[in-house]
């Protein structure tokens, strides 16, 4: 189980005797309330939610240390279903505040990937107004809390980075990370408190930010004693030898200075030995700050990588003991930060460069970033459209560029440099194509990895039959041939070749004087661009050009259905057909079904003048001519 908070009031004496002091101590072993630990809590959010700050919940991720649930937290919930500004407060008990005391608390967020991270903002402020701790009303307002010691994810970034650059994290960490922060600026010893806001613009469950965060082993220590750092310089150099510590107000050091610095400028190594004193008596232990006295500074640099690929960044941090650096990039006068760690983008190989200078002790040293280009990744196929025929067409994909690939087809992935993959045809009724993308990411023997994308336009072959106005054609006769499209991918183009050559569709042929099996070639196109051929036979025979009585045409035994006369007024002929003959009016109904024996005389003097539609039917019932005829 934690330790519930301890509020330690005990006196000067004793604190000075320690190296550090605990002051407040919290691990919020379940379950635990604000108020029943001197703590409290505001929701100050637009509109307030359902939650404010709740006990931890194990299911999300467990607390830094103790029970699974041992640890504080706030979501979306502090906001209502309205998107707006969380402002969301937890603060502590009044506590005596100095300079140099520490405040230390753990904090994350779940571990989810990136693409599912809603990012979230946490602030550490601080009062130094006594007991007062009322915030006016509205997400902006910070009330006496208006010192910003801690900054978590304020540009409410997805990084989950833990590291802190003047006093903000670029992000918010996924791992519990522990925060240390030393209070500094303030006069003498006031009273005050601090508080945790959870802050986050666009917030709620249906905001486009906030999500879940937890604190948790929430200390604040006053150390006791001072604290100096050593250095190493060259001679006669001016060093300043900062002391620092808590609560002493006054230092002695050994060369007789009384106030928390002290400048030394040895020929050689020399001890400095510091006392902090708190009313004219020693607090804890002496502390000794050796100036080591050498041939002059050494600067290392140390970097997350010496290759990179073109278009990464890589971090560099110099150490020297002198400080006070300066960055150039290429040339040595092109300088560009002051800082002692940097991170760069550099497009090709580029020497940089870091000085670190103290009065007249300075050292100078560099590193060469080498930068690989990416690989040109390009996709190899035959076409960029194919034209399916069956439910699916396999297609050949070859990268191009680089040593390693990874191919991407939807959720589908794949290795290798060739890749096939079965493309399905378009199924939907309302287009005659699609358009398949292929991702590929080729990776080179640096390491360094490009992509490229490949779009494919997927259609049918159109599916086509090819018919005639009739099955024998006489010599020096007129037919039409027709070719129907069946499936979506509709042919656009026909082009006809061999008995006769056109491009309309219809094709109207002249059969000519001689007899025989005429043999056409069609080649349909859709718009797409994919084709289908076909042939079809037309036979054409010489007829005799005398009519019998019977009205019979015939040609060594051929012989051919007549429907006659056209127009006609009480009677129609029908020759040649052993069968029925079924007659429609002009909106489709059926008005007369009469069965044919060779030839027969149909009497119509029922029927009404107009247009009518004669079928003709043979013995099979198969359909062998139909005619339009008008009655007078």
Not at 46 to 73: E, H, I, K, M, R
Not at 233 to 258: D, E, I, M, V
Not at 392 to 408: C, E, H, K, P, R
């Amino acid at each position: 189980m934690k330790r519930k908070i301890t509020l330690l009031l005990l006196a000067a004496s004793t604190i000075f005797s320690l190296k550090s002091q605990v002051v407040l101590q919290e691990g919020f072993t379940a379950t635990w309330t604000p108020a029943g630990a001197g703590w409290s809590e505001v929701n100050l959010s637009t509109s307030p939610g359902t939650l404010g700050w709740f006990q931890g919940n194990s299911t999300v991720f467990s607390a830094l240390s103790g029970g699974p649930n041992d640890y504080y937290a706030a979501n979306f919930n502090s906001q209502a279903t309205t998107p707006g500004g969380i402002s969301n407060w937890l603060i502590t008990p009044v506590v005596n505040i100095y300079n140099g005391a520490v405040f230390q608390f753990a904090t994350r967020t779940p571990a989810v990937p990136t693409a599912s991270i809603f990012p979230d903002g946490l602030q550490l402020r601080m009062s130094t107004s006594g007991t007062n701790s009322t915030i006016p009303t509205g997400t902006t307002s910070v009330g006496p809390f208006t010192t910003l010691l801690l900054d978590i994810n304020p540009n409410l970034t997805t990084n989950t980075t833990a590291a802190v650059s003047n006093g903000s994290v670029n992000g918010y960490p996924n791992a519990w990370t522990v925060y240390s922060v030393q209070i500094s600026g303030v006069t003498g010893t006031v009273q005050g408190r601090f508080a945790f806001r959870y802050f986050v613009n666009d917030g709620g469950p249906n905001g486009a930010n906030s999500s879940y965060i937890g604190i948790d082993d929430v200390s604040y220590t006053l150390p006791c004693g001072a604290s100096v750092m050593s250095y190493t310089t060259c001679a006669n150099t001016a060093s300043t030898l900062q002391a620092t510590g808590l609560p002493a107000t006054t230092y002695s050091w050994s060369t007789g200075a009384s106030a928390s610095s002290v400048v030394v400028s040895p020929a050689s190594t020399t001890v400095y030995t510091v006392y902090p004193m708190v009313s004219g008596s020693l607090c804890g232990t002496s502390f000794d700050a050796t100036i080591t006295i050498g041939p002059g500074p050494v600067i290392n640099v140390s970097s997350s990588s010496s290759s990179i690929c073109a278009g990464e960044t890589v971090t560099l941090s110099a150490v020297s003991p002198l400080g006070n650096y300066t960055w150039a990039q290429g040339s040595i006068t092109n300088t560009f930060s002051t800082a002692q760690t940097v991170t760069v983008n550099p497009s090709t190989t580029t020497t940089y460069s870091v000085g670190s200078l103290s009065g007249s002790c300075g050292g100078y040293t560099s590193v060469i970033i080498t930068v690989a280009p990416n690989p040109t990744v390009t996709i190899a196929t035959t076409s960029t459209l194919l034209c399916v025929s069956g439910p699916s067409t396999a297609v050949s994909f070859t990268g191009n560029g680089a040593q390693a690939y990874l191919w991407v087809l939807g959720s589908a992935t794949a290795n290798g440099t060739v890749v096939n993959v079965n493309i399905p045809a378009q199924t939907t009724t309302t287009s005659a194509s699609y358009q398949q993308t292929l991702g590929l990411l080729g990776q080179d023997a640096n390491g360094c990895i490009s992509s490229d994308i490949f779009t494919l336009t997927v259609a049918k072959n159109p599916t086509v039959s090819v018919t005639s106005t009739t099955a024998s054609a006489c010599t020096n006769a007129t037919v039409n041939i027709t070719a129907s499209a069946t499936n979506s991918s509709n042919a656009s183009t026909f082009v006809w070749s061999g008995a006769q050559s056109g491009t309309t569709n219809p094709l109207t042929f002249s059969t000519g004087a001689t007899a025989g099996t005429k043999v056409f070639t069609l080649v349909a196109k859709s718009a797409e661009g994919c084709s289908t051929t076909a042939t079809f036979s037309q036979n054409v025979v010489v007829c005799n050009t005398n009519t019998t009585t019977t009205g019979l045409s015939e040609v060594n035994g051929y012989q051919e259905t007549a429907i006659f006369p056209n127009p006609f007024t009480s009677e129609i002929n029908v020759n040649v057909l052993d069968g029925k003959v079924i007659i429609y009016n002009a909106i489709g109904q059926e008005v007369m079904n009469v069965s044919v024996h060779s030839q027969e005389t149909i009497n119509t003097a029922d029927l009404p003048k107009g247009a009518y539609f004669v079928k003709a039917l043979n013995s099979n019932g198969e359909v062998v001519k139909t005619v339009k005829l008008v009655k007078q």
